[in-house]
């Protein structure tokens, strides 16, 4: 079982990323999907959810609603976690996890720095 992040980058404020989590190893359309970040010297904070199912219904927390889009493809076993107008407060380390059934999977993450 594992997950893989990928995407991540230094960029300037106002910039674009799309961060991207492959899986591997398990049912990957029965599990809720949940986008994690961990800035330095903080605790870590989740900011996306996208849940299992037909529907997907997705979560965002206040402060990256609106500028943080995340999407799901069940054929293809991937969460991509998309980021507008990145601010210097976004910067972290990016996580993929994985909830269903009982388990609970982690990636290594993914670094983002935003700074001019």
Not at 18 to 29: D, E, I, N, Q, V
Not at 50 to 55: K, V
Not at 61 to 79: A, H, P
């Amino acid at each position: 079982v594992k997950l893989v992040e990928s995407g991540g980058g230094l960029v300037q404020p106002g910039s674009f990323l799309r961060l991207s989590c492959a899986a591997f190893g398990f049912t990957f359309s029965s599990y809720d999907l949940f986008w994690y970040r961990q800035a330095p010297g903080k605790e870590r904070e989740l900011v996306a959810t996208i849940n299992s199912g037909p529907f997907g219904g997705t979560h965002y927390t206040d402060s990256v609603r609106g500028r943080f889009t995340v999407f799901r493809d069940n054929g293809k076993n991937t969460v991509d976690l998309e980021m507008k107008n990145l601010q210097p407060e976004d910067t972290a380390v990016y996580y993929c996890n994985a909830k269903g059934l009982g388990d609970d999977y982690w990636g290594q993450g993914t670094p983002v720095t935003i700074s001019s």
